[in-house]
């Protein structure tokens, strides 16, 4: 499948085709059932999240604020991918519209790399908490709090705005397949007809601000976290102290390994884009369900 509309001596692509996962046919139900399954997971987990947060007056802290925020999000960001996934292996109808291709890459960039930047804040979260916590409460106001989530979602608007207008001003004449299951910015970029190396220069800039200098400031919170943790005399409350930081840990690597794997990383054409293909669903599935085994169990300890 192939549309395109005439303009003059050149085409211009109207739609893409997602080649998904994979080809084999034996394999479709397999991979639409786990992605199913997965997705529901995610979505119900983050809502319960959500949900029990919100209801329970014991939970109204900061640090289960951000995790709400966070919960929110994951629920987003999972919601610009499966849906149309899942639906194209069900249906066999693979393509997606134009505007729909860079509407889910937009979204998939803007709210994916808003969670790097909502990480660093959780982990300043339990940076003050644990190493100044007599001055938590003065520092950590509600306000405050509130500025620091709407800088998380503006900083990551403001850095992909441009890049993202860049991409759609620029003109597709074909081929239109997409060597992915989503319309990520590599296998778009392979497609546009005029030279793309600004585009890709200021991606590979705006990637290396947002994974690395995010993850930068993150490290060195906890740096200095674990500094205090060591310095702390009694095992208990060693154990006790890491434990409310260490699924942030693990989320963290999860997010910046793949991210860093598939946008900085670099790799020949052929392997970087199957390598990309499984990392990026590890993001999106892996991740996750990973953050939901660390949050979900210690919300309901407290109810």
């Not at 209801?55 to 919960?71: A, D, K």
């Not at 979260?125 to 709407?150: E, G, K, W």
């Not at 060195?220 to 060693?238: E, F, M, Q, R, S």
């Amino acid at each position: 499948i192939n549309p395109k509309t005439t303009m003059g001596n050149r085409t211009t692509v109207t739609e893409f085709v997602l080649l998904g996962l994979s080809e084999a046919c034996e394999l479709q139900m397999l991979i639409f059932l786990g992605l199913l399954l997965t997705y529901l997971l995610t979505l119900l987990g983050n809502l319960l999240i959500v949900v029990i947060t919100l209801m329970n007056r014991c939970l109204h802290t900061l640090m289960y604020y951000f995790l709400c925020n966070f919960g929110v999000l994951e629920i987003w960001f999972t919601s610009v991918i499966f849906p149309k996934v899942l639906t194209n292996i069900l249906t066999g109808y693979k393509t997606i519209s134009l505007p729909g291709c860079f509407l889910q890459s937009f979204l998939y960039f803007f709210l994916g790399t808003t969670e790097f930047f909502l990480l660093v804040v959780m982990s300043f979260d339990r940076y003050v908490a644990i190493c100044n916590p007599l001055h938590y409460a003065t520092i950590m106001s509600q306000r405050f709090c509130v500025q620091l989530v709407l800088c998380s979602w503006m900083t990551r608007f403001l850095l992909i705005i441009v890049p993202s207008f860049l991409v759609l001003q620029q003109s597709f004449c074909g081929p239109n397949i997409v060597n992915h299951f989503f319309c990520d910015n590599f296998p778009l970029l392979e497609l546009i007809c005029a030279d793309t190396t600004l585009i890709e220069l200021l991606g590979f800039v705006i990637a290396n601000i947002s994974l690395l200098g995010t993850l930068s400031m993150t490290a060195t919170c906890y740096g200095h976290i674990l500094h205090t943790i060591l310095h702390i005399p009694l095992n208990k409350d060693k154990q006790k102290t890491f434990s409310t930081c260490s699924s942030h840990i693990i989320v963290m690597s999860f997010f910046y390994g793949s991210c860093i794997i598939m946008y900085i990383w670099p790799g020949k054409s052929d392997q970087k884009e199957d390598r990309n293909k499984v990392v990026a669903l590890l993001n999106t599935v892996v991740t996750p369900i990973r953050c939901l085994g660390s949050s979900v169990p210690r919300q309901a300890k407290r109810i």
